[in-house]
């Protein structure tokens, strides 16, 4: 991996993944995104940055050819409660941008990491210490779009060589760019009312268990596995990874720890919560711990004491 092309730098993931790369590796990392969504302070200055609209073949294959780009992270998405109001965007992003990047991976001869995602996981699936070969039935535009993803990424690589790699994200928890219409998001959201002393409204039920990772370990998964030798390789589209599984009561007392007044109601959200009740309550990530050596470093007291000293820094 020497020079990179980030497309969806400025998001939850990305805006973290591309300043990771530029900190290790001394080749071009580009930083794509798309009108709107603009690369600013650190991100901006830190690096080359280009308009790559994923949807947009010929822009992808303009910006590889300028930058010799050999490696592509495809980080642009929907999440999945936003995918459910916007579907046939989320398609359109997902699928048919997908098969952009693998078109342009294939003709310039490009690794491709694609993150994957707990929402390929439906109602029919083992709920806990999900397996990482099982039924993979999502009623989710999301979880379809990860599903078939994961088939599309999987058939270029043995039908054209390319270099395709991805994990199956948990919840992700980061104190620098929000999330934005994710399930999840409320392991988030929760850390930012603690510290200004607001009430939380949960819009997640108690008891409902999911997986979660905080960005340094997903930043460090999305490296490890582009950098792994692929000899040991099992898998490929897509490894389960996790760091921890907790409830909205689990998150809650553990922040208790720090900040005893901490107070939380629950204000149900029909629809995520059908989301969250069809994902696993939690994953089994054997296969990437053993094929190309996946550990997390941060557990849920870890990340909550991290969050909380630096959102406190950021929030003054
Ligand atoms: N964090 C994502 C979501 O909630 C799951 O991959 O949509």
Same mark, same amino acid.
């Given at each position: 991996m020497k020079n990179v092309l980030v497309i969806g730098s400025t998001g939850q993931i990305g805006s973290e993944l591309t300043m990771k790369l530029r900190s290790l590796y001394g080749g071009n990392i580009v930083a794509g995104y798309i009108p709107g969504s603009e690369p600013h302070g650190e991100l901006l200055e830190s690096g080359p940055s280009a308009i790559v609209d994923i949807t947009n073949e010929q822009q992808i294959a303009e910006t590889v050819s300028k930058y010799h780009i050999d490696t592509i992270y495809n980080l642009a998405a929907l999440l999945s409660a936003v995918a459910e109001i916007k579907t046939?965007?989320?398609?359109?992003?997902?699928?048919?941008?997908?098969?952009?990047?693998l078109e342009v991976a294939r003709e310039h001869h490009c690794a491709v990491f694609t993150?994957?995602?707990?929402?390929?996981?439906?109602?029919?699936?083992?709920?806990?210490?999900?397996?990482?070969?099982?039924?993979?039935?999502?009623?989710?535009?999301?979880?379809?779009?990860?599903?078939?993803?994961e088939l599309l990424s999987d058939y270029y690589f043995i039908r054209f060589g390319v270099d395709t790699r991805s994990v199956r994200f948990p919840g992700l928890i980061s104190h620098v760019t929000p999330p934005g219409g994710g399930t999840t998001d409320y392991a988030v959201d929760i850390f930012y009312s603690a510290i200004r002393g607001e009430v939380f409204e949960c819009p997640i039920a108690a008891g409902t268990y999911m997986d979660m990772?905080?960005?340094?370990? =997903?930043?460090?998964?999305?490296?490890?596995?582009? !950098?792994? %030798?692929?000899? /040991?390789?099992?898998?490929?589209?897509?490894?389960?990874v996790t760091a921890m599984s907790f409830d909205p009561e689990g998150i809650a007392a553990n922040i208790r720890k720090y900040i005893p007044d901490f107070r939380m109601s629950y204000q149900v959200d029909p629809m995520r919560?059908?989301?969250?009740?069809?994902?696993?309550?939690?994953?089994?990530?054997?296969? =990437?711990?053993?094929?190309?050596?996946?550990?997390? !470093?941060? %557990?849920?007291? /870890?990340?909550t004491q991290d969050m909380l000293e630096k959102l406190r820094l950021k929030l003054g």
């Open positions: 046939q965007l989320a398609w359109k992003i997902g699928m048919d941008g997908l098969f952009n990047v993150p994957s995602s707990i929402g390929v996981f439906g109602d029919n699936s083992p709920k806990d210490k999900t397996p990482q070969d099982t039924i993979r039935n999502p009623r989710t535009m999301y979880g379809v779009t990860k599903v078939a993803g990772m905080y960005m340094p370990d =997903a930043v460090r998964a999305a490296i490890e596995i582009m !950098e792994a %030798d692929p000899a /040991g390789f099992v898998h490929r589209n897509s490894f389960n919560q059908a989301i969250a009740d069809s994902w696993p309550n939690s994953l089994d990530d054997t296969c =990437a711990r053993a094929e190309w050596g996946w550990h997390p !470093e941060y %557990d849920l007291d /870890g990340m």
